[in-house]
């Protein structure tokens, strides 16, 4: 059962030795942002595989300037480095990609975990975990960064809306955060080939993605709403809608929000 008496162990980089190659772990104190630290590395030349993970981000982003708030030591807020050799088609599955193993590394504990187009993990209708992913422009050639901000820890009143949940709150229990992240990462690693073999990806992703065959309406920026079915995703990962009058097809990167239809 939740106990505030229940210790809340400090990230240590002792349980993150032992990670697949390439990823290795830093673990800071502070930071702005650890997107904004992981960026800044890849600009210096930094090779893929960095994990930064903090215990307090001061200006933690989502996407579109929205921010991701977590009180310190609560949760967990990394970022990963990627220097994506894939074809320019498939870098659109990379968030789908994080979220899909977000999901797998969570769902022997969560049954009920599922996705939601495109970068939330969700139980229910509560956001569980966010993803942003910035793509960086280097002298080694274009980076990804994959942030992830997991909530774990958080009692109801440490969350920033209604719509949030932890892992605390869901499974009535605090959790070790060190070995969830290794869990985390080792998901995201093993899995990572699936970015080669995107037919396959979009089946795994379908599959737990609780957007497709619901009614949706998709907010895009200048305030138009489009609304309809989820028919599918495409082969970039983009949500195919049907309006009614035809098709319309949602990229990632033009969306605002994506809620359920009234
Ligand atoms: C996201 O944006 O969901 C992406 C969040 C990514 C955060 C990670 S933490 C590590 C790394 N470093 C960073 O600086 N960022 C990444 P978006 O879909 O725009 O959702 C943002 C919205 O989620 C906010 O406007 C709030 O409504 C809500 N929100 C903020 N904090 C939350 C939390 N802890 N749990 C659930 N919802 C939250």
Redesign the pocket.
């Given at each position: 059962m939740s106990d505030d008496a229940v210790p809340r162990p400090a990230l240590d980089p002792e349980h993150f030795v032992s990670l697949p190659r390439p990823l290795r772990v830093e673990v800071v104190d502070e930071t702005?942002?650890?997107?904004?630290l992981v960026v800044a590395r890849a600009k210096a030349g930094e090779p893929e595989g960095l994990v930064i993970v903090?215990e307090h981000?001061t200006?933690?982003?989502?996407?579109?300037d929205?921010?991701?708030?977590?009180p310190r030591g609560a949760?967990l807020?990394?970022?990963i480095l990627l220097r994506p050799d894939v074809a320019p088609a498939s870098w659109t599955w990379i968030p789908l990609l994080t979220g899909y193993a977000l999901q797998a590394a969570l769902a022997d504990r969560v049954p009920e975990v599922t996705l939601k187009w495109p970068?939330?993990v969700m139980v229910g209708e509560h956001?569980?975990?966010?993803?942003?992913v910035e793509r960086v422009e280097t002298d080694l050639g274009p980076a990804a960064v994959i942030?992830?901000?997991l909530?774990v820890n958080?009692t109801r009143d440490e969350?920033?809306?209604e719509?949030?949940?932890?892992l605390r709150i869901e499974l009535e229990e605090t959790f070790d955060r060190n070995p969830l992240l290794a869990q985390v990462l080792g998901s995201f690693r093993a899995l990572l080939p699936l970015l080669d073999q995107p037919e396959v990806l979009r089946a795994a992703y379908t599959d737990v993605c609780a957007t497709v065959g619901r009614t949706v309406d998709v907010h895009l920026p200048g305030g138009e709403t489009v609304r309809g079915e989820v028919l599918d995703l495409d082969q970039y990962g983009a949500l195919v809608l049907s309006t009614g009058d035809g098709t319309f097809t949602a990229h990632a990167g033009d969306v605002v929000h994506v809620r359920a239809a009234e």
């Open positions: 702005t942002s650890t997107n904004a903090t981000q200006a933690g982003r989502g996407r579109l929205r921010v991701w708030e977590a949760s807020t990394f970022s970068n939330d956001k569980l975990a966010g993803i942003l942030g992830i901000g909530n958080q969350l920033p809306t719509i949030a949940t932890s």
